[in-house]
T-cell receptor
Framework: SAVISQKPSRDICQRGTSLTIQCQVD?????MFWYRQQPGQSLTLIAT?????????ESGFVIDKFPISRPNLTFSTLTVSNMSPEDSSIYLC??????????????FGSGTRLTVV | QKEVEQNSGPLSVPEGAIASLNCTYS??????FFWYRQYSGKSPELIMF????GDKEDGRFTAQLNKASQYVSLLIRDSQPSDSATYLC??????????FGAGTTVTVRA
């Protein structure tokens, strides 16, 4: 399965600023996703990162707040814009199986723990 | 309406016992189902996937799927303290998106 490197692993940011999180996959993957996990809760899908086109956002998430890029099949970024303390959370990227593989499985990056003060 | 529901737990089992985790899903179009293990402060780790009715065994883990009942379960045999974690059930929809349940926290007592 794919191996995902995600950075930064954690950050403390001032409210009103923006943070960009990067995910690099070690092989080409068809699908990449961004999730948020708030303390003690499960994962909530933010958006699907589409290669070469605009991301597809889930209800409650908008491009102005969470712009996403995916310039190729191995890399994606999520920006958390104009941050407030409510954005404090763990952000995770995920990738589906590498192209050509028959096995199933969605792999996750190690996560970014964001604290907004 | 939540698409994936898990028995809320927490679940506490003695070492060596069987831990039983349950999950139901609402989307009949879901075809593949996953169990992830998440240790505190870590990202989810895939431990099992299943897409055919019946049982699938991998070491001490057995996943069971019943599409007619829209039910997925995970059994952990010979539970070890290292199995103490939160277990997340997930289902894939036609657009390849994963929907997660709330998770069940398992504690294995030594």
């Amino acid at each position: 399965s794919a191996v995902i490197s995600q950075k930064p692993s954690r950050d403390i940011c001032q409210r009103g600023t923006s943070l960009t999180i990067q995910c690099q996959v070690d092989s080409q993957v068809t699908m990449m996703f961004w999730y948020r996990q708030q303390p003690g809760q499960s994962l909530t899908l933010i958006a699907t990162a589409n290669q070469g086109s605009e991301a597809t956002y889930e209800s409650g998430f908008v491009i102005d707040k969470f712009p996403i890029s995916r310039p190729n099949l191995t890399f994606s970024t999520l920006t958390v814009s104009n941050m407030s303390p409510e954005d404090s959370s763990i952000y995770l990227c995920s990738a589906e199986k590498p192209q050509g593989e028959t096995s199933y499985g969605y792999t996750f990056g190690s996560g970014t723990r964001l604290t907004v003060v | 309406q939540k698409e994936v529901e898990q028995n809320s737990g927490p679940l506490s089992v003695p070492e060596g016992a069987i831990a039983s985790l349950n999950c139901t899903y609402s989307d009949r179009g879901s075809q593949s189902f996953f169990w992830y293990r998440q240790y505190s402060g870590k990202s989810p780790e895939l431990i099992m996937f299943i897409y055919s009715n019946g049982d699938k065994e991998d070491g001490r883990f057995t996943a069971q799927l019943n599409k007619a009942s829209q039910y997925v379960s995970l059994l952990i045999r010979d539970s070890q303290p290292s199995d103490s974690a939160t277990y997340l059930c997930a289902a894939v929809s036609g657009d390849y998106k994963l929907s997660f349940g709330a998770g069940t926290t398992v504690t294995v007592r030594a």
